[in-house]
T-cell receptor, first 114, second 116 residues
Framework: AQKITQTQPGMFVQEKEAVTLDCTYD???????LFWYKQPSSGEMIFLIY??????QNATEGRYSLNFQKARKSANLVISASQLGDSAMYFC???????????FGTGTSLTVIP | GAVVSQHPSRVICKSGTSVKIECRSL??????MFWYRQFPKQSLMLMAT?????????EQGVEKDKFLINHASLTLSTLTVTSAHPEDSSFYIC????????????FGPGTRLTVL
């Protein structure tokens, strides 16, 4: 069974600082995709970044980067230069090889402090 | 990115009534759509996978007779909560992929259902 673990229920970061949100996963599949989504209080799920299991380089999207350590089965999200608007829930997710299912972690609530 | 809409965004209904939630892909055709349920401060739980022109595939523990899913076209999937009860109150989110196995799922804005 697939499993995503986010061990940080809540995180605080000072504005303009960097923050790392942890995510570990468990799968026996060789091919999979890892995602991070942001969910503000409005409820909408906003796609942030994607990492394929065969990608050798860490994914980056603007201020977001994914620290992918395949052997450790971790896919941590790094947000650089935090902004007040980054305060939200963040979910790590994994897509199985068929593409049929996404498995979500329990989320991390990030609060950016001015 | 592709846009997915949901209607209504909020609905309040009486216990025992049925509620229909629509999920539309606005600028692309979605062979497959997904329905999730999210309780307050919890993660998204996949309820079912909706395939155009065929029966939905439900996750274990999800009552298919209670949560009716119809995917009549490549741009529309509906979730009907039949004989709703207060415990069905939740945030329901749909998502769609451009194609099966495509990297990204595009999420709708969600529907907050409150059953009195």
């Amino acid at each position: 069974a697939q499993k995503i673990t986010q061990t940080q229920p809540g995180m605080f970061v000072q504005e303009k600082e960097a923050v790392t949100l942890d995510c570990t996963y468990d799968t026996s599949d060789q091919s999979y995709g890892l995602f991070w989504y942001k969910q503000p209080s409005s409820g909408e799920m906003i796609f942030l970044i994607y990492q394929g299991s065969y990608d050798e380089q860490n994914a980056t999207e603007g201020r977001y980067s994914l620290n992918f350590q395949k052997a450790r089965k971790s896919a941590n999200l790094v947000i650089s230069a935090s902004q007040l608007g980054d305060s939200a829930m963040y979910f790590c997710a994994m897509r199985d090889p068929t593409g049929n299912q996404f498995y979500f972690g329990t989320g991390t609530s990030l609060t950016v402090i001015p | 990115g592709a846009v997915v809409s949901q209607h209504p965004s909020r609905v309040i209904c009486k216990s025992g009534t049925s509620v229909k939630i629509e999920c539309r892909s606005l600028d692309f055709q979605a062979t497959t759509m997904f329905w999730y349920r999210q309780f307050p401060k919890q993660s998204l739980m996949l309820m079912a996978t909706s395939n155009e022109g065929s029966k939905a595939t439900y996750e274990q523990g999800v009552e298919k007779d209670k949560f009716l899913i119809n995917h009549a076209s490549l741009t529309l999937s509906t979730l009907t909560v039949t004989s709703a009860h207060p415990e069905d109150s939740s945030f329901y989110i749909c998502s769609a992929s451009l194609a099966l196995g495509y990297n990204e799922q595009f999420f709708g804005p969600g529907t907050r259902l409150t059953v009195l």
